[in-house]
């Protein structure tokens, strides 16, 4: 990406309000003076509130880091990352807690419910550590097991339940506490072809129904062509983009493809 290209879109990420995201001329470095690596080397985009996107790019790009960046995980090298109007990178370490606990909602490959609780706990626990009132949390947990259709296994433990079911509480754990982002890294990475599909129709839901905004890093070009635009890195920069617009899931889905096969001959190997 061009420098001018890069001071207009930081321009333009610095003016919109309706962003839910703004990443601008982000760089990450790993290691020291004798052994670095550029994992992230100057990404700047919006995402805007409601937005689903997808990450995409060959191994080793800086999907991951971009996504743990975001997170907080990982703290950027320079530049800034804007979520709800406040720049993230410059929070104290316990700002940056508070931030991770309220703002954002998680989704793992392995679903992380907890065991030992049941489907009511495990959801009721991102409300517990986010500070919830405990009189309200019932009722919420109620609510958004309902919207997802798990309202029958709240009293169920994690082993009781199908995938399907595991993978629904554990979307109404991420949802419950109403954060501003949801974060997704392979969430269908693991899963057969069946529950990849269950996977992604929940994450649709989230966002066409429950007005979710989220960010999925992915290898795979048909959980992309769920998405409304799939941001392409190589080498820490962003290479490309693609936007759904009026085309079909099937449409973008081979439009995606000529991207990913694009990237895997210049790497010798799929995405
Ligand atoms: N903690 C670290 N220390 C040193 N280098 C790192 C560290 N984390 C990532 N890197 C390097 O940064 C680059 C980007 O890594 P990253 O994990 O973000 O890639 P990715 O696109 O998510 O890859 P994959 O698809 O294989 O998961 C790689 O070259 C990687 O080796």
């Known amino acids: 990406m061009t420098e001018v290209f890069a001071r207009a879109s930081a ?19 790993f290691g020291n003076r004798d052994n670095l690596t550029n994992a992230l080397n100057g990404v700047t985009f919006n995402v805007q509130t409601g937005e689903f996107m997808a990450i995409m790019g060959p191994s080793g790009s800086g999907k991951t880091t971009l996504l743990n960046c975001i997170s907080t995980i990982d703290r950027v090298t320079s ?6 109007g406040r720049d993230i990178t410059s929070f104290s370490r316990g700002d940056l807690a508070k931030f991770r606990r309220e703002e954002l909602g998680f989704i793992f490959q392995d679903f992380n419910l907890l065991d030992t609780l049941t489907g009511f706990e495990n959801i009721a ?5 986010k500070g919830a009132p405990g009189r309200q949390i019932p009722e919420r947990v109620r609510s958004m097991a309902r919207t997802l259709g798990v309202d029958g296994v709240l009293d169920k433990y994690p082993y009781q ?13 991420a949802m419950v506490g109403d954060p501003k982002l949801i ?37 795979d070009s048909f959980a992309a062509s769920f998405t409304d635009r799939v ?27 000529e991207v990913t096969t694009f990237l895997s001959g210049e790497v010798g190997h799929d995405l």
């Open 11 to 29: 321009a333009h990420a610095a003016n919109s309000n309706r962003d839910a995201l703004q990443v601008m001329a982000v760089k990450k470095t």
């Open 79 to 84: 530049g800034s990352i804007v979520v709800g």
């Open 125 to 129: 626990l991102a409300l517990t550590i």
């Open 161 to 173: 339940m199908s995938g399907g079911q595991k993978q629904r509480v554990a979307a109404a754990r």
């Open 183 to 219: 974060l997704a890294d392979e969430p269908t990475g693991a899963l057969d072809s069946r529950a990849s599909a269950v996977m992604l129709e929940i994450m649709e839901l989230m966002n066409r129904d429950l007005g979710a905004t989220i960010i999925m890093v992915t290898h």
């Open 231 to 257: 941001l392409f890195l190589r080498d820490g920069e962003l290479f490309n983009e693609l936007r759904r617009g009026d085309s079909s899931r099937e449409e973008f889905f081979a439009r995606i493809m």
